[in-house]
């Protein structure tokens, strides 16, 4: 399975040997600790749900603090449940840290995208503006959606002004540079989908692992 979550920290610049300046997010993953695992024979698949960041007690609600109490665990202020399709073993309890993970090797990040709030269709779909002579009245609006006649409306899913923004995204392949054990830190090159704070999924990609 191999996955964690994490909190981005923000973006810096490290050095490599050669003296390249490599672009990284930096991320505090875990440590986090596995509050259920699921198997075929119980749930109908193979998965492991794991809680991050401690919560106060009086925070969670009778159901959740019920399911806490039986896996034995803190309160977490964050749960999330991975597939474990590669056959490894976990336990109620157990904690994961950025130590399991190794330099060099590819990862997937999720996570929600900044909210841009209401924009307008050349910022959302990259439109081109209308004509900037004197008298336009379409310097930024939108032209035709539709024609008059037939078929007399705008069908829907036509690109035009709305909400921008707060969607779910995966980066995927994303280099795992370095990692900070005593810091529970791990750099990552390029940038990942959020703002600082944000909280992310992290987990080995399933394909481009060649270091």
Known sequence: MKAILGKKIGMTQIFAESGEVIPVTV???GPETVTQVKTVETDGYNGVQVGFEDQKAHRVNKPMTGHF???GVEPKKYLA???NDEGETYEVGQTITVADFEEGKKLDITGVSKGKGTQGNIKRNNH???PMGHGSKHKR???GLAAG???SRVFPGNDGPGRMGRDTVTVQNVQLVKI???RNLMLVKGAVPGGKGSLLK???AAKGQDK
Do not use: N, S, V
């Open 69 to 71: 109490e039986k896996a």
């Open 27 to 29: 991320i505090q993953a």
């Open 141 to 143: 609006l939108a032209g």
């Open 180 to 182: 900070d054990a005593d």
């Open 149 to 151: 006649t037939y078929p």
């Open 128 to 130: 081109r503006r209308g």
């Open 81 to 83: 449940e991975f597939r």
């Open 202 to 204: 992290i987990r080995y």
